[in-house]
């Protein structure tokens, strides 16, 4: 079945450094979402990324989408404490079928 | 005005015993999930319902049944519990089939 990596696992920066996490399907995808999981709280959607190639910025976030629809990326520039969780991408292989997530990225940002 | 709610949020209970967890959203939307988060925190998806109509059914055991009175509550109920159903069991909903997800806050279960 369809299966979505991310690296890394976890990550652990100084406050003001930059930050990404890659996301890889073993199969095409028709788009990706990301979202973001706070400790001990829930999955909150962050994008949607649809086109080959697609690049969108949300403030310090940038979000990419493989040329291939492959594969992914969420680069965080200057990361704060508050952006401190799991990131996950989430892919889909048609237009009516399930959502996969990836494995997930956690990020411990410290002062 | 939560969006999706669940109860309840924790749930401890014996091996072999039968739970039960509540979803209700008031989006308004059509689809409605069940995904499990286990301690190594990957998601995996169990059960979605569209228009009350079940569509996605994974891989699980059958002492799983989801149930959906209305298109605005998915409830989950699990029959004798193993000590590896401990897990985050979190209901979603989204207006479509590919549109975004909207997660409740989780329940978490432990079973002993």
């Known amino acids: 079945g369809q299966q979505v990596m991310q690296i890394p696992q976890y990550q652990h920066v100084q406050e003001g450094e930059d930050f990404t996490t890659y996301c890889n399907s073993s199969t095409t995808l028709s788009n990706i979402q990301w979202y973001k999981q706070r400790p001990g709280g829930h999955p909150v959607f962050l994008i949607q990324l649809v086109k080959s190639g697609e690049v969108k910025k949300q403030k310090r976030l940038t979000f990419q989408f493989g040329e291939a629809k492959k594969n992914s990326s969420l680069h965080i520039t200057a990361t704060q404490t508050t952006d401190v969780g799991t990131y996950f991408c989430a892919g889909r292989t048609g237009t009516a079928s399930k959502l996969t997530f990836g494995t997930g990225t956690r990020l411990q940002v410290t002062l | 005005d939560t969006a999706v709610s669940q109860t309840p949020k924790y749930l401890v209970t014996q091996m072999g015993n039968d739970k039960s967890i509540k979803c209700e959203q008031n989006?308004?939307?059509?689809?409605m999930y069940w995904y499990k988060q286990d301690s190594k925190k990957f998601l995996k998806i169990m059960f979605s319902?569209?228009?009350?109509?079940?569509?996605i059914n994974e891989t699980v055991p059958n002492r799983f049944s989801p149930k959906s009175p209305d298109k605005a509550h998915l409830n989950l109920h699990i029959n004798s519990l193993e000590l590896g159903d401990s897990a985050v069991y979190f209901c979603?909903?989204?207006?479509?089939?590919?549109?975004?997800?909207?997660f409740g806050p989780g329940t978490r279960l432990l079973v002993l």
């Open positions: 989006l308004g939307h059509d689809t």
């Open positions: 979603a909903s989204s207006q479509d089939w590919d549109g975004t997800q909207y």
């Open positions: 319902y569209n228009n009350k109509e079940l569509i």
